[in-house]
């Protein structure tokens, strides 16, 4: 069965610190999806980042960066410099691709982003 | 890329009447259409998965008469919450698979609000 632990539920950190939004995930396909969404207060998802599990390159995308690492389960996501709009609730999913695309999410974690 | 289009944003209904939520995905044809129910402060949960002119397979726990969902074309699906309740008062969010290696994952509604008084 598919699975999506994310550890920290709430994390305040002062703006300009970095932060580590840690995901964890359990599945017994050999090929699968990762995701990163956002989700600011008003609701609606924001796509960050998809991986496919042949690509173990770690990702960097302006002050966001991912890291993963198969033999850990682990798809961790850093934010460089915070600043107080990243200010959200955070999710890590995760996809089998031999299934029918469904999404799994972990249950997020909310980051305070203090000025 | 693909674009889903979620109806209402957000609706408050009376206990006892039926609300219909609409997602229609723009500029593809969804074959599969995933179904999610957020209570406050926490995940999105899966609730059902339709398929095109085929009945929904709901996930455990989720009570197929009270959560009608309806895949009648591929551009188009409803999920009907029937008789609402206070504790169907929840955020509801659409997805759409169907779609190529570019846009999987993108294919989010943004979301019904629904508030049950």
């Known amino acids: 069965a598919q699975k999506v632990t994310q550890a920290q539920t709430e994390i305040s950190v002062v703006e300009k610190e970095d932060v580590t939004l840690d995901c964890v995930y359990e599945t017994r396909d050999t090929t699968y999806y990762l995701f990163w969404y956002k989700q600011p207060p008003s609701g609606e998802l924001v796509f960050l980042i998809r991986r496919n599990s042949f690509d173990e390159q770690n990702e960097i995308s302006g002050r966001y960066s991912w890291n993963f690492q198969k033999s850990t389960s682990s798809f961790n996501f850093t934010i460089t410099a915070s600043q107080v709009v990243d200010s959200a609730v955070y999710f890590c999913?995760?996809?089998?691709?031999?299934?029918?695309?469904?999404?799994?999410f972990g249950k997020g974690t909310r980051l305070h982003i203090l000025p | 890329g693909a674009v889903v289009s979620q109806h209402p944003s957000r609706v408050i209904c009376k206990s006892g009447t039926s609300v219909k939520i609409e997602c229609r995905s723009l500029?593809?044809?969804?074959?599969?259409m995933f179904w999610y129910r957020q209570f406050p402060k926490k995940s999105l949960m899966l609730m059902a998965t339709s398929n095109e002119g085929s009945k929904a397979t709901y996930e455990q726990g989720v009570e197929k008469d009270k959560f009608l969902i309806n895949h009648a074309s591929l551009t188009l699906s409803t999920l009907t919450v029937t008789s609402a309740h206070p504790e169907d008062s929840s955020f509801y969010i659409c997805?759409?698979?169907?779609?190529?290696?570019?846009?999987?994952?993108?294919?989010f509604g943004s979301g019904t609000r629904l508030t049950v008084v």
């Open positions: 999913a995760l996809s089998e691709m031999n299934r029918d695309d469904k999404i799994i």
């Open positions: 500029d593809f044809q969804a074959t599969t």
């Open positions: 997805s759409a698979g169907g779609v190529g290696e570019i846009d999987y994952g993108y294919t």
